[in-house]
């Protein structure tokens, strides 16, 4: 009998530093509001999201083995999630999150050591088991991790990305981007609607549409269906797409839109 569903999500695993602020920042004074610190990246947070919901998650990437790193590493295990990837001494990357009172967020990245993650250093191992691998956009965007992520898509018989980011996939070049995706060639291919409209049309069998709260768009062939968002209390988004994409992956967007609900109505992005 077959066992849950294995996801492997290869990127980054950061320090991820929530603030959520009770006001418009106040220059050269204090701003109040509320932190959360914890693991973060849009690997791992799909990773764990799918142990949460159900699955098997993996996390493949370069981590580092210092204080922080060894704290991250500890808090994704706890959750479920399989670590797998070569390490470093120290380098451990942060994401500092800012929330808004209105739910809207801005990240300001530091990736630390995983992007220096490079084909020499994949063990075939790592995604031995897999019955997909998730790919952020972040990973397809700065070699030699780039290589990486697709040296592994070789490994797998299924793949999905996630568009990520439009100041990052500009600042690589659209049509540069386009081109690693005609590489890859995702069965899936998450994005915003701006992620969308900037890098679109798809040559994916199924693309998805994330909407935030007017839910998401689905497109299958030719069929097109809209999926409504849940109510939920909005705390904080960050990770609310890393949520959607694991239950998507796993069950549908049923299953993708409860856990962005889930997500939204708590402070930071993993469950």
């Not at 996801?7 to 959520?20: E, F, R």
């Not at 370069?62 to 706890?78: M, S, T």
């Not at 088991?129 to 697709?150: F, I, K, M, N």
């Not at 981007?177 to 069965?187: A, E, G, K, N, T």
């Given at each position: ?59 493949v990437g370069k981590r580092a ?85 697709l040296a592994a898509c070789a ?112 402070l930071g992005a993993m469950p």
């Amino acid at each position: 009998m077959a066992g849950p569903t294995r996801i492997c999500a290869l990127g980054d695993l950061l320090l991820d530093v929530v603030v959520q602020l009770g006001g418009p920042i106040a220059p050269h004074t204090d701003t109040y509001g509320r932190t959360r610190v914890g693991a973060g990246g849009q690997a791992a947070n799909v990773a764990a999201w799918v142990a949460a919901l159900g699955g098997r998650g993996r996390f493949v990437g370069k981590r580092a083995d210092d204080p922080a790193g060894r704290l991250l590493a500890g808090e994704v295990e706890r959750r479920g999630v399989e670590l797998a990837g070569p390490v470093e001494r120290s380098g451990t990357g942060t994401v500092v999150s800012l929330a808004t009172p209105d739910g809207r967020r801005a990240m300001l990245s530091d990736r630390g050591v995983g992007t220096s993650f490079a084909p020499a250093e994949l063990d075939t191992a790592w995604l031995e088991g897999c019955d997909h691998l998730h790919l952020p956009g972040y990973s397809l965007l700065r070699p030699p991790l780039s290589e990486t992520a697709l040296a592994a898509c070789a490994l797998v018989s299924s793949v999905s990305v996630d568009v990520s980011s439009t100041a990052a996939v500009t600042e690589a070049g659209v049509q540069a981007f386009r081109d690693l995706l005609d590489r890859v060639r995702p069965s899936i291919v998450f994005a915003t609607e701006a992620e969308a409209e900037l890098v679109g049309p798809f040559a994916a069998e199924t693309v998805v549409v994330k909407r935030g709260e007017r839910g998401c768009l689905v497109r299958r062939g030719g069929d097109e269906r809209e999926y409504p968002a849940l109510a939920a209390v909005l705390a904080d988004a960050t990770g609310a797409g890393d949520a959607f994409a694991a239950g998507f992956l796993l069950a549908g967007p049923e299953l993708g839109l409860e856990a962005a609900a889930r997500c939204v109505s708590q402070l930071g992005a993993m469950p």
